[in-house]
């Protein structure tokens, strides 16, 4: 299964809003709502951030909203922070495979 | 609260085997799946595979079928990651992950276990 395009790298200042794209197929991200969003600090394991393309888990700041149009999705973060300084990663369930997951190649988010 | 705990670091030299566990906690461990992913140094996620805890089966990223055979022991809540035929490009941090729902989402995450593969 090939990756996911994700930008490599993203920033902004604090208070401000970054949206990080995540680009797929008709196999994956534009053909299921199947897609979640995971955070990785340096040296931690990811966190999960978004599932199912926009919704939050309970603990998740309402400060980050997941979207999709067609093959792609998106992860916005508003009034960003200085702890949101991280590693972010989409992932999706994929029909080019029985049961299988792709993830982006990461998105490295810094506030400036 | 719901936790996975892996087993700790390994080092393996190229051609040796490695096993990963991955101890659940929190939750009734048959009723979801297990995945694993794996990083390689300063490298993004890659999906390794899939195991349903509720009837064994398993699924394996295609570029690693032959070599990685993924098991669960339900008596004592644990799954576990084999990877035969080890090249130094194996070496990463392999993290196990439960999974929410048949094609949904991974949450939590194990803290990770570097496996280094190195002569």
């Known amino acids: 299964q090939s990756a996911l395009t994700q930008p490599a790298s993203v920033s902004g200042s604090p208070g401000q809003s970054i949206t990080i794209s995540c680009t797929g197929t008709?196999?994956?991200?534009?053909?299921?709502?199947?897609v979640s969003w995971y955070q990785q600090h340096p040296g931690k394991a990811p966190k999960l951030m978004i599932y199912d393309v926009s919704n939050r888990p309970s603990g998740v700041s309402n400060r980050f909203s997941g979207s999709k149009s067609g093959n792609t999705a998106s992860l916005t973060i508003s009034g960003l922070q200085a702890e949101d300084e991280a590693d972010y990663y989409c992932?999706?369930?994929?029909?080019?495979?029985?049961?299988?997951?792709?993830f982006g190649g990461g998105t490295k988010l810094t506030v400036l | 609260q719901v936790q996975l705990v892996q087993s700790g670091a390994e080092v393996k030299k190229p051609g040796a085997s490695v096993k990963v566990s991955c101890k659940a906690s929190g939750y009734t461990f048959t009723s979801y799946g297990i995945s694993w992913v794996r990083q390689a140094p300063g490298q993004g996620l890659e999906w390794m595979g899939w195991?349903?805890?509720?009837?064994?089966?398993?699924n394996y990223a295609q570029k690693l079928q032959g070599r990685v055979t993924m098991t669960t022991d339900t008596s004592t809540s644990t799954a576990y990651m084999e990877l035969r035929s080890l090249r130094s490009d194996d070496t990463a941090v392999y993290y196990c992950?439960?999974?929410?729902?048949?094609?949904?989402?991974?949450?939590?995450w194990g803290q990770g276990t570097l496996v280094t593969v190195s002569s």
């Open positions: 195991i349903s805890a509720y009837n064994g089966n398993t």
């Open positions: 992932s999706s369930y994929t029909s080019s495979s029985t049961l299988a997951w792709v």
């Open positions: 992950a439960r999974l929410v729902r048949v094609a949904g989402w991974f949450d939590p």
């Open positions: 008709s196999s994956d991200v534009g053909g299921y709502n199947y």
